[in-house]
């Protein structure tokens, strides 16, 4: 059983918004900070943002600053990434895990920005 499913990912145009949800049990995500990262075609895994427990944004990489938010919902044990203002370099496999005590990744949920 993965530790985390991913979803919400799918095909946009440049411009567009997608929201992506990260859900998991409660055992693995109750006292953690949570973080979504993306890997792209041939390039390493990237930290993109992460949550605090509380729910405060901590972190957002720059090149996503202003235009991702990053939000949980620690009654449905389910963190969030909305996407606004999609660029075709957003193109990746979009993953979540714990900050500390990672677990084995989830498939992750496909993003691809058409231009």
């Known amino acids: 059983q993965e530790a985390f499913v991913e979803s919400g990912g799918g095909l946009v145009q440049a411009g567009g918004s997608l929201r992506l949800s990260c859900a998991a049990s409660?055992?693995?995500?109750?006292?953690?900070?949570i973080d979504w990262y993306r890997q792209a075609p041939g390039k390493e895994r990237e930290l993109v943002a992460r949550?605090?427990?509380?729910?405060?944004?901590?972190m957002y990489a720059d090149s996503v600053k202003g235009r991702f938010t990053i939000s949980r919902d620690n009654a449905k044990n389910t963190v969030y990434l909305q996407m606004n203002s999609l660029k075709p370099e957003d193109t990746a496999v979009y993953y979540c895990?714990?900050?500390?005590?990672?677990?084995?990744w989830g498939r992750g949920t496909q993003v691809t920005v058409s231009s």
């Open positions: 409660g055992s693995t995500f109750r006292g953690y900070s």
């Open positions: 949550v605090a427990i509380s729910g405060t944004p901590l």
């Open positions: 895990n714990r900050r500390t005590l990672p677990r084995p």
